[in-house]
């Protein structure tokens, strides 16, 4: 099938053309709230990074979205009825 809309420039690695894929990550600036996207080439394997602005309605990291607790006493959800 054919795609209708050419992918961005930008997902594109700048060394071969090959397809950029998501790896991971990385705060930069806490006090500007500013991260580092990092992206490796499909095809020859590069890494090139991104830096962005922090979505303000997203986790940090995914420990903020987890619900706060002490996993060793349990939440008293463990599935069973």
């Given at each position: 099938?054919?795609?209708?809309?050419?992918?961005?420039?930008?997902?594109?690695?700048?060394?071969c053309?090959?397809?950029?894929l998501?790896?991971?990550?990385?705060?930069?600036?806490?006090?500007?709230?500013?991260?580092?996207?990092?992206?490796?080439?499909?095809?020859?394997?590069s890494?090139?990074?991104?830096?962005?602005?922090?979505?303000?309605?997203?986790?940090?990291?995914?420990?903020?979205?987890?619900?706060?607790?002490?996993?060793?006493?349990g939440?008293?959800?463990?599935?069973?009825?």
């Open positions: 099938m054919r795609n209708l809309v050419e992918p961005l420039p930008s997902t594109h690695c700048e060394l053309g090959g397809e950029l998501f790896k991971r990550i990385e705060r930069d600036d806490p006090a500007l709230d500013i991260e580092v996207q990092i992206f490796v080439c499909a095809k020859c394997g890494e090139h990074s991104r830096k962005l602005i922090h979505e303000p309605y997203t986790a940090h990291i995914a420990t903020d979205a987890e619900p706060k607790g002490d996993p060793a006493k939440s008293g959800c463990n599935g069973s009825v």
